[in-house]
């Protein structure tokens, strides 16, 4: 029987986790940070998968200061206090462990580093093998026979013998202590030697053993490391003395065996459901959602409350805590009629589809949605629509299905539009700008396109991080949809599955039989309709509804029809290109390899690495997991003081140019349309502007030559051209509208040069004797305030001083004092309020902004100043885009929108309508909003992208 014992280091597992978040936290269903639970148990379940530990114990840390403390006053007096939420999260931890029944031992005055020391030497003395889990180092001196260490890390477990530690440190886990006593942990405060590092430590030690050998043979050494031993004998003694693990540590009395039992899921499910590990709570066999008689939502069997559902894990914070933050509480009745299954009728005759329409028009408002052959809307054929007038029933109307047709197309064709572009009927969808794509190919305009549960769900929370229906389904209504591969017998189900079907698989949804194609297709559409219900009340609550109806929706169609139109891509031009960066790349190669004095792998980080730091010995700047860091700041910085830095940042420049952009748009020309098609995507930003994907047009580099060769590539249809209109400086003129600042008002009111004016006021020169220097400096203050420059960032990005940057920006906020009071009001505000929002209403959520964690608190002030700034440019742009689309429509113009990137809008034009679209766009672009100061516009027309904005 193995009595392995295992010992987990409950707080280095702790923190790894919380930091693992640190960016993007976790959440529970009241917005509190879970990241630490989460990822803890994460953990500690894998161990039990992988290891099934009959003895096992959790030891943290004290409470109280520990002996080492009254050894060295200093001791950890370097660390940042423990963040609050983070904290908070320790005592959730041991409830949870003690409901499942696993041991846990803490012993005042002594680390949990001691009483492992402790336990894992009574192992030791007793010949019974012990596992200490661990990414602590000052622990790998336990290390030897039977004890072994194991290091948690991305690839996995780790488990460290005493070769692993020799293949790692370069000494003996005997040794650890005395390597660690010389090079000191700044960690910890643990001072350590000044001037001896790893390679020294560990070449000394290689020769002398032990640190009290190696003090006495000072006299053998350099006359520089006898002198810096010398010098720092007292913190050599003094640091391992703090190392030295105690090993004598008051065990608590009883369970020195920590044996585990079977533990006890069931009474751990309630309070990991509560922090939101729903999934986790699954993988352990005990439901989380049961829905049989007597149980509803969310409630385990034999509990009398029903917890509130649970975001998956991984996903940044719940998608469903709006509807509790916002106070609105579904009743029983509702619960329980959301989480069941609705019914779905398969709709097979004339009859029956015309009863369905009828209800659907006498409804008013219906949920709508499209079955198709594939995921690709260029190419998709439809198989079947689904139709809901109700949160319980549903049908499905199938095109055809295995056995062939079932209606006669265009009579199908005839019966659908008759509904769908009736005024006065109106369609709910999620993702609905899929289906009016595919409907308008299958000869179908929609009409009143009144709701999209997608989009109302990012307008009600924009952290939630996806919207997809299956998704929402669960967060908002605690429903389980149909995954599609359960659609296939096993080892049928397609290679790429969707809600919608697949592409690129000779099995597809017209390929399910016709019973579980309804059952499938109907859910669609009625758990949309819940979804709207539920939606369409916290629109409201939320005080969205104007923003989503005014504009969100009415965007949807637009939008659609840019992406089917496309841009057009000369290939020929990017082939060219692609030869002409391939001998640029070999050029870049060979005098990066003639300055390192011989070829490596320029890709390979490690590689780079050593040329950097160990043959041309120049400084890092900072670590990581892999070693010192090569990232692109790092070598902007090094560029500074050594050349080769300079060359490989250009390489890599080259190279992710001809990759990204260069070799892989030619391969996105669509076979059918031979033009590029973007998906615009609503949803996958906060502060509302539109992103772009498969491809990303929005990331072309702009201004330099590079960029602009890429640019040049994209062309009009034969003999038409490109109209580009662009808002000029937009978010300085936002930043100049909600501050109010009358300095900065006056220079966009009297048509200046904004930057050139805020130079001649920080410098305290004319505008006309400014420099170009003074200017790019003013520039890049102007729009880096916005985003919460810093001094270290200013003098970083120009090269200045770091005193030198500080000066200027307190000389710009004493410039423009209105801007410093905008910042501070809207600060204050976000603490109060717990969001932002732009010129327009669009909210979003800033959960942190109250964190006593100074890092954190720091960077969401820097998202609250930036998204009033950035969402109302956004905002603007897309008010601009539906008055641009109106009036094309109004005027019969075959001009037509094809591209959003930015402040721009790209329209592509046909011969002898140019003109009047330059005024249109004019004239609707610069009035879409009206604000304090004017909306510059400007207009400019080519044959190539890459021809305007030179």
């Known amino acids: 029987m193995d009595d392995t014992l295992y010992l987990l280091d409950g707080y280095s597992v702790i923190y790894r986790s919380y930091f693992a978040f640190f960016r993007n936290p976790l959440r529970n269903p009241r917005g509190e940070n879970s990241s630490a639970v989460f990822g803890f148990f994460r953990t500690l379940f894998s161990l039990f998968r992988e290891y099934q530990p009959r003895h096992f114990a959790v030891i943290m840390d004290s409470r109280v200061p520990t002996f080492r403390h009254e050894q060295y006053e200093q001791y950890k007096a370097n660390r940042q206090e423990t963040p609050e939420d983070l904290r908070a999260q320790i005592p959730v931890i041991e409830e949870i462990l003690q409901a499942l029944g696993v041991p846990s031992v803490r012993v005042d005055r002594y680390e949990a580093d001691d009483v492992m020391a402790t336990l894992a030497e009574r192992c030791r003395s007793e010949g019974r093998p012990c596992r200490v889990i661990s990414g602590d180092k000052d622990l790998l001196q336990l290390v030897g026979e039977p004890v072994r260490i194991l290091r948690p890390g991305k690839d996995g477990i780790d488990e460290m013998d005493r070769d692993a530690v020799y293949r790692d440190w370069q000494v003996w886990p005997e040794q650890i202590r005395d390597f660690l006593s010389l090079i000191g942990d700044t960690s910890d405060n643990i001072p350590g030697v000044k001037g001896i590092g790893k390679k020294t430590a560990a070449d000394l030690l290689s020769r002398y053993g032990t640190l009290e050998n190696l003090y006495d043979h000072l006299d053998d050494l350099t006359p520089a490391r006898r002198s810096k031993l010398d010098a720092g004998r007292h913190e050599a003694f003094l640091s391992r003395g703090l190392i030295s693990l105690a090993c004598d540590a008051p065990l608590p009395a009883g369970g020195a065996d920590y044996e585990l039992g079977d533990l006890d899921y069931q009474a751990a499910a309630p309070l990991m459901i509560a922090q939101g590990m729903t999934k986790l709570v699954e993988q352990t066999g005990v439901s989380p959602v049961v829905t049989e008689e007597g149980a509803g939502p969310g409630e385990l069997p034999g509990d009398g409350a029903a917890p509130e559902k649970a975001p998956r894990e991984g996903e940044l914070g719940p998608s469903w805590s709006p509807r509790e933050r916002a106070g609105l509480v579904l009743s029983r009745d509702e619960q329980e009629r959301f989480a069941r299954e609705g019914r779905c009728e398969l709709v097979t005759t004339r009859e029956d589809l015309t009863r369905w329409i009828s209800r659907a028009r006498e409804a008013g408002t219906f949920a709508f949605d499209v079955e198709t052959d594939s995921l690709d809307p260029l190419t998709a054929n439809p198989l079947g629509f689904s139709l809901a007038c109700s949160a319980d029933e549903a049908c ?23 509904l769908l572009t009736d ?13 009016y794509k595919i409907l308008s190919r299958w000869g179908i305009r929609p009409g009143q396109i009144y709701f999209d549960t997608m989009i109302a769900a990012w307008l009600v929370d924009t952290s939630a991080g996806g919207y997809g229906l299956d998704r929402l389904a669960r967060d908002y209504l605690g429903y389980r949809t149909i995954a599609f591969a359960d659609l296939f017998s096993e080892g049928e189900a397609p290679a790429q599955k969707g809600r919608r079907g697949s592409s690129g698989d000779d099995r597809n949804f017209g390929d399910v039989p016709l019973d579980l194609a309804a059952r499938y297709a109907g859910e669609d559409a009625f758990v949309t309709y819940r979804l709207y219900t539920v939606l369409d009340r916290l629109l409201d609550k939320r005080e969205v509804r104007d923003i989503f109806t005014s504009l969100e929706m009415p965007l949807v169609p637009v939008l659609a029809e840019m992406e089917t139109a496309g841009i057009g891509l000369d290939v020929f031009a990017l082939e060219e290109y692609s030869r002409e960066l391939s001998l640029t790349i070999e050029r870049v190669e060979q005098e990066i390899h003639d300055l390192a004095g011989h070829p490596f792998n320029i890709a390979s980080t490690r590689q ?41 940042l250009a390489y890599r420049m080259y190279t992710k140019l001809r990759s990204t952009y260069v070799d892989a748009l030619p391969r996105m020309v669509h076979p059918r349309t031979g033009r590029i098609h973007t998906s615009l995507n609503q949803t996958g930003t906060a502060t509302g502007r539109l992103s772009s994907a498969e491809p990303n047009l929005q990331n072309i580099p702009v201004r330099d030559d590079q960029g602009r060769r890429i640019r040049d590539a994209f062309v009009p249809r034969q003999d038409w051209v490109f109209v580009s209109a662009d808002y000029s400086q937009i978010e300085l003129v936002v930043l100049a509208h909600l501050s109010g600042d009358e300095a900065l008002m006056e220079a966009f009111r009297n048509g200046e040069d904004v930057h050139r004016r805020t130079a001649g006021l920080i410098f305290g020169v004319a505008p006309d004797e400014v420099s170009a220097e003074q200017r790019r400096i003013a520039k890049t203050i102007n729009f ?32 423009y004092q209105g801007i410093g009071r905008f910042i501070e009001a809207t600060v204050a505000r976000a603490e109060v309020e717990g969001e932002v929002r732009t010129l327009l209403g669009r909210p979003r959520p800033v959960p942190d902004i109250l964190s006593r964690n100074k890092t954190v608190k720091a960077a969401v002030e820097r998202v609250v100043v930036n998204t009033p700034i950035q969402g109302t440019a956004a905002d603007i742009v897309k008010k601009a885009m539906l008055a641009v689309s109106q009036r094309l429509r109004q005027e019969n113009l075959q001009a037509r929108m094809i591209l959003q990137v930015h402040d721009e809008l790209i329209l592509e034009c046909p011969p002898g309508e140019e003109q009047q679209v330059r005024a249109l766009l004019l004239e609707e672009m610069s009035g879409a909003v009206s604000l304090a100061v004017p909306l510059g516009v400007s207009v400019e027309s080519g044959d190539r992208w890459g021809a305007m904005h030179q």
């Open 784 to 815: 880096g305030v916005m985003y919460g420059m810093s001094a270290f960032r200013l003098s970083n990005e120009l090269g200045l001083p770091r005193k030198q940057a500080e000066e200027f920006i307190q000389a710009y906020f004493g410039t």
């Open 396 to 418: 499905y109307i199938p095109l055809r299905g295995p056995e062939g047709a079932l209606f006669q197309e265009e009579y199908l064709r005839q019966e659908l539009r008759s």
């Open 608 to 648: 780079l690495q050593e040329v950097l730091f160990q043959e041309r010995k120049l400084q890092p700047l900072k670590k990581t997991k892999t070693g010192y860091s090569t990232d692109t700041a790092v070598l902007q910085e090094l560029a500074r003081e050594d050349p080769l830095p300079e060359r490989v």
């Open 423 to 435: 005024p006065a009927c109106r369609i709910v969808g999620q993702n609905f700008k899929y289906d």
